[in-house]
């Protein structure tokens, strides 16, 4: 795990990227520039531990989670470590995220695995993919997003979850009131509440000690779209 001020140092030099990308009207083009620019370089990236989230493996362990053959979508899923966690505990595996070269780099990393990884933009996301997940796992791909982007990114990814299926989302989390402040922008309970809007029905809200950043809350949150 990155040392704190090594990760500030990388999320720096992302919202310089970003900001680049934003005046230039290109909302998105600062992921796979970011993941470029490292060069393979896992210390350019704030959110790449070569490791899976440690909230969500934490609540996974807690609650004794188990793949059993169930197709699982991970999010944005950039190196793949989160991935491979979901492969390692017996889910069939797809994940994806905009940026090919994240997704080329994850290819390589685990290649010993049949994880099945895509390049896809989680606003055009493949049509197949609608509906089809028991599992559906999104750490951190919200929260860098403008706000004007939130509303349609939490209604692409409520989208996949399939009847009876499942979704966890990990991500900063603020009060209804707070101040986004400046990426990553967190989420608050109202922000939240859209996957509701979405048919599907919360199941455990968790806030976590956030042992990285004083200060930083950190929501886990479960939910369960209904049979029908």
């Known amino acids: 795990m990155k040392d704190a001020a090594k990760?500030?140092?990388?999320?720096?030099?992302?919202?310089?990227?970003?900001?680049?990308?934003?005046?230039?009207?290109?909302?998105?083009?600062?992921?796979d520039a970011v993941y470029s620019e490292a060069s393979g370089n896992i210390d350019s990236i704030p959110w790449a531990d070569l490791e899976p989230n440690h909230f969500f493996k934490r609540w996974a362990k807690e609650r004794g989670l188990k793949g059993e053959g169930r197709k699982a979508l991970v999010v944005g899923c950039g190196l793949g470590y989160d991935a491979r966690y979901l492969f390692e505990l017996g889910f069939d595996v797809t994940a994806f995220d905009l940026s090919q070269t994240a997704i080329e780099w994850a290819k390589t990393l685990h290649k010993d695995t049949n994880i099945q990884f895509e390049t896809s933009d989680l606003f055009q996301p493949f049509r197949g993919w609608l509906g089809s997940f028991h599992f559906v796992l999104e750490i951190y791909t919200i929260q860098p997003l403008s706000m004007e982007m939130r509303s349609r990114a939490i209604d692409s990814v409520a989208s996949f979850v399939a009847p009876s299926g499942e979704l966890v989302v990990v991500c900063r989390g603020r009060e209804d009131?707070?101040?986004?402040?400046?990426?990553?922008?967190?989420?608050?309970?109202?922000?939240?509440?859209r996957f509701e809007e979405n048919g599907l029905d919360e199941r455990e809200f968790v806030e976590m000690p956030d042992d990285e950043e004083e200060g930083v809350r950190r929501f886990v949150v479960h939910y369960k779209r209904p049979r029908s």
């Open 7 to 31: 990760r500030e140092i990388a999320r720096e030099r992302v919202r310089e990227i970003a900001a680049e990308h934003t005046a230039r009207g290109n909302q998105l083009g600062w992921f």
């Open 177 to 193: 009131e707070e101040e986004v402040g400046q990426i990553p922008y967190p989420l608050s309970k109202k922000d939240l509440s």
